[in-house]
């Protein structure tokens, strides 16, 4: 979520001087925001309150962890949401009084592209963005320049979004050296394998622009004598995520149609791992699970994709990519009750934490997923954990706490791309000499 601090008294100056022209002055995917504000309550006693509010749509929860919780609401919810914390007896305090304004001001400028992107131009795209955010159209012309050029690359859409936008994946092979072939040969294991999936929540933007990166780097730099097989999603929202750019800056679920009613469903919380669980069936919800597991065509080519590779090779790691908090999080969401190897990930957990705070001293803590605001199922990581078999499951939540939250500057994208991989070059490293979980 976005500090209040002196900016609040910033964004009350702006809004007595440019009330009259409010709309015109707001950009077209902030409009929706006018009206909306952030407050703020305690944690302790708030949990049960906030969750019920967060089920029945009437708030929209930003930060999952430390002692308060922020949550935004909408001008037309504002009366019921307040009348519900004082008869829980919650004071909240207001944060920032129009989030559209607020956005515009303090955030919307650092975000913007501004040009600053050499990379990319309105045809191609050869290097992801370092310092600004990629349009989608810009990401495919990437990841097809890639697929083009690229020996070790092989780009495959999995399948089409609601509104028939590609769901790539993008295969990258390992170098086969004498050692790895070898290894490979004699040991009569199954090939092993890394899954990457970003940009399942679409206003979570660093996620997807880290993905990226991710894959310049396994490209480029990683060293190239490791026996995996890498697997990288790096938009698995790409409906949400473009409807971010047009008409909701804060959009978070898929563009399903729901009949009239709002649109969209939470993709992380319709995987068939405890379905329900965690998660709400009101249409107007930010987790809003879907009418069924797997209803929607996103979640459901990526898990078909999932299982077809898991039965002929062995994914070592499963990685779900989101923002924010600087937060690795381990299975299970659904209960507090530990997953295999749960010792495993928290040992390997430890050596990312380790290697991403020597790169800019950026702090990540790892928490068990069950263990934080609420229970959450029906996501990525349990359902890779229970029905994939997958000894190290993580989702990891990017920059910032919560001063930028889902509008983080896109200055801070190479950085924030940098220490995740050197986090990740060092856990693959240290789960590489281990046997695979599954031999042949
Ligand atoms: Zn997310």
């Known amino acids: 979520m976005w500090y209040m601090g002196h900016w609040l008294v910033v964004v009350a100056a702006v809004v007595v001087a440019t009330v009259a022209a409010l709309p015109a002055n707001i950009p077209e995917n902030l409009q929706p925001l006018i009206g909306h504000q952030v407050w703020e309550v305690s944690s302790e006693r708030g949990e049960a309150v906030l969750w019920n509010l967060v089920t029945e749509g009437h708030i929209d929860v930003l930060d999952h962890s430390g002692t308060t919780r922020k949550f935004r ?107 790895v072939g070898a290894r490979i040969a004699f040991s009569h294991m199954r090939k092993r ?108 080519v990526l898990s078909e994709e999932m299982t077809r590779l898991n039965n002929q090779l062995n994914f070592d790691l499963v990685l779900s990519i989101h923002n924010y908090g600087q937060v690795l999080l381990y299975p299970y969401g659904w209960t507090t009750n530990p997953a295999p190897h749960t010792e495993d990930m928290k040992k390997k957990g430890n050596v990312f934490l380790k290697a991403a705070k020597a790169h800019a001293g950026t702090v990540y803590t790892m928490v068990n997923t069950a263990g934080g605001f609420y229970y959450a199922a029906g996501a990525t990581d349990d359902w890779a954990k229970e029905k994939l078999g997958t000894r190290y499951v993580y989702t990891l939540e990017l920059r910032d706490k919560g001063r930028y939250g889902f509008t983080l500057p896109a200055n801070q994208i190479l950085s924030t791309a940098t220490e995740v991989w050197q986090g990740l070059d060092m856990m693959i490293n240290a789960i590489a000499p281990e046997k695979t979980a599954r031999p042949n």
Not at 124 to 150: Q, R, W
Not at 155 to 169: A, F, V
Not at 241 to 264: P, Q
């Open 73 to 179: 609401v909408a001008g037309k919810d504002a009366d019921k949401v307040a009348g519900t914390l004082r008869t829980a007896n919650l004071t909240h305090s207001v944060i920032i009084r129009d989030l559209a304004l607020f956005l515009k001001e303090e955030e919307g400028p650092v975000e913007r592209r501004a040009d600053i992107s050499r990379s990319c131009t309105t045809t191609s795209c050869p290097v992801p963005s370092k310092d600004a955010y990629m349009t989608f159209k810009e990401i495919e012309y990437y990841l097809k320049h890639i697929g083009n050029n690229n020996p070790r690359v092989e780009l495959r859409s999995l399948g089409k979004s609601h509104e028939g936008r590609d769901i790539w994946l993008v295969h990258i092979k390992p170098v086969t050296s004498k050692r």
């Open 193 to 300: 394998a890394i899954w990457i999936e970003g940009g399942i929540h679409a206003r979570e933007r660093i996620s997807p622009a880290v993905t990226l990166l991710l894959i310049d780097h396994f490209l480029n730099d990683f060293p190239q004598d490791k026996p995996f097989d890498i697997y990288i999603v790096p938009m698995a929202n790409p409906d949400g995520y473009v409807y971010t750019w047009t008409n909701d800056r804060l959009w978070r679920k898929n563009r399903r149609n729901n009949a009239g009613s709002c649109e969209g469903v939470d993709l992380n919380r319709n995987w068939d791992a405890h379905w329900g669980v965690g998660a709400s069936t009101q249409t107007c919800s930010e987790v809003y699970r879907g009418p069924s597991p797997f209803s929607e065509p996103e979640t459901k």
